[in-house]
């Protein structure tokens, strides 16, 4: 199992003789550095913290390890890009671009009401949201709300493209998160 924190620097296009135009995400990955190696007889679990600098402060993840799978790293161990392979598949995670209070036609895919006969200032309303007996709205009602801003993971990356001199690793395909926010970079 290979992990690592990078900061997602953008989109771009790459060019590719056999595949054509690629759009990729560029990430940028400092050295990371191991910082505790837990394990399943003094902790219960086996798992991994890397430890990446951001501004001022330190960015701290832990990655699980399966139980099948040993640890092959010690505290204090260094990890940079070249532990990836070009068209290794991976995994990343994220924070997403939290757009704030959304109504349902954004949030949710609403078609809103007809601009003609009769409507003046009702186009994007939700319309009817409860039954007539039981007086409440249900629970789960797709309705107006905060939107963006969860965790959300992309699975079955490919990685097209390593530059292991400046960090960088560029991966096939959309990234969670706004320009230089923090991801984590799994593959198995």
């Not at 009401?113 to 039981?134: E, L, N």
Request: proline residues 3%; hydrophobic residues 35%.
């Amino acid at each position: 199992m290979k992990y690592l924190l990078g900061k997602k620097l953008g989109m771009t296009t790459l060019y590719d003789e056999g595949k054509g135009a690629l759009n990729v995400t560029l990430l940028s990955c400092e050295i990371n550095e191991v910082t505790i190696v837990r394990n399943k007889e003094r902790d219960g679990y086996q798992a991994v913290q890397m430890e990446v600098p951001v501004k001022k402060n330190f960015f701290r993840k832990e990655f699980r390890i399966q139980e099948k799978e040993a640890i092959s790293v010690e505290v204090g161990a260094k990890m940079d890009v070249s532990i990836f392979e070009v068209g290794d598949e991976v995994s990343v995670s994220g924070i997403t671009k939290a757009k704030g209070f959304q109504g349902v036609v954004k949030r949710h895919g609403f078609k809103g009401s007809p601009k003609t006969h009769g409507r003046k200032h009702d186009w994007r309303a939700p319309g009817s949201i409860g039954a007539s007996f039981p007086e409440h709205v249900f629970k789960g009602k797709r309705m107006g709300g905060r939107m963006g801003g969860t965790r959300s993971t992309m699975k079955g990356l490919d990685v097209v493209f390593i530059d292991s001199t400046k960090g960088l690793l560029a991966v096939r395909g959309a990234v969670p998160g706004k320009i230089g926010s923090i991801v984590e970079i799994v593959s198995k």
